[in-house]
Nanobody, 116 residues
Framework: AQLVESGGGLVQPGGSLRLSCVAS????????MTWIRQAPGKGLEWVSS????????FYSDSVKGRFTISRDNSKNTVMLEMNNLKPEDTAVYYC??????????RGQGTQVTVSS
């Protein structure tokens, strides 16, 4: 499995970013997908998950109402729309094969920095 994230960057508080993750090497449409993040000096934190069919979406309390996960199975892509970003959202964001709690493979990550 290969996962490649993109879309990170530097944004001011209150701003928005859209992350993408392109997957290959496995039947993407059959797998739940997850976004996780790691802030400086901290462990991995679950952010959001979406089932294979995309019927439901699950979010951590820290991002609920601000982030939206989606997927396009025709393009083997999972996205994370992030709005009203806060400094505490600063982290490296990874997509992971599998649902919440999965120990499946993840990509190299994309840096998100929220700062004025």
């Amino acid at each position: 499995a290969q996962l490649v994230e993109s879309g990170g960057g530097l944004v001011q508080p209150g701003g928005s970013l859209r992350l993408s993750c392109v997957a290959s090497g496995f039947p993407f449409s059959l797998y739940d997908m997850t976004w996780i993040r790691q802030a400086p000096g901290k462990g991995l934190e679950w952010v959001s998950s979406i089932p294979s069919a995309g019927t439901y979406r699950f979010y951590s309390d820290s991002v609920k109402g601000r982030f939206t996960i989606s997927r396009d199975n025709s393009k083997n892509t999972v996205m994370l729309e992030m709005n009203n970003l806060k400094p505490e959202d600063t982290a490296v964001y990874y997509c992971r094969k599998g649902g919440r709690g999965s120990s499946g493979p993840r990509g190299q990550g994309t840096q998100v920095t929220v700062s004025s």
